[in-house]
């Protein structure tokens, strides 16, 4: 079983930089790929970003490459998403999920359903 806290959403201005952290429980967590999603009101959850469970490969979305990085502490149970250059469209609950690396194929890392484990989600708010 493994848990996810993540932390420092807010308000930011369009332009402006967040950097969002996912805390793990558990003494597995190099044993799973990380990824961030994130859903705006009245839309399906889409992909963001993942990161292999040693840190060695990540893939990002389209929409967020050259803005966003991905990355992670496995000392701390820690993955981080630093969001730089934020537009409004930016604006959706982020969450971070936990996709166990013995089962799940690193080609499939942008699908929701091969998550295991889902955080509650932290609010990022674009202003224009």
């Known amino acids: 079983q493994v848990q996810l806290v993540e932390s420092g959403g807010g308000l930011v201005q369009a332009g402006g930089s967040l950097r969002l952290s996912c805390a793990a429980s558990g003494r597995t967590f190099s044993r799973y790929h990380m990824g961030w999603f994130r859903q705006a009101p009245g839309k399906e959850r889409e992909f963001v970003t993942a990161i292999s469970s040693g840190g060695g490969s990540t893939y990002y979305a389209d929409s967020v490459k050259g803005r966003f990085a991905i990355s992670r502490d496995n000392a701390k149970n820690t993955v981080y998403l630093q969001m730089n250059s934020l537009k409004p469209e930016d604006a959706a609950v982020y969450f971070c999920?936990?996709?166990?690396?013995?089962?799940?194929?690193?080609?499939?890392?942008?699908?929701?359903?091969?998550?295991?484990?889902w955080g509650q989600g932290t609010q990022v708010t674009v202003s224009s």
């Open positions: 999920a936990a996709s166990g690396a013995w089962k799940s194929s690193w080609s499939q890392t942008s699908v929701v359903s091969e998550y295991d484990y």
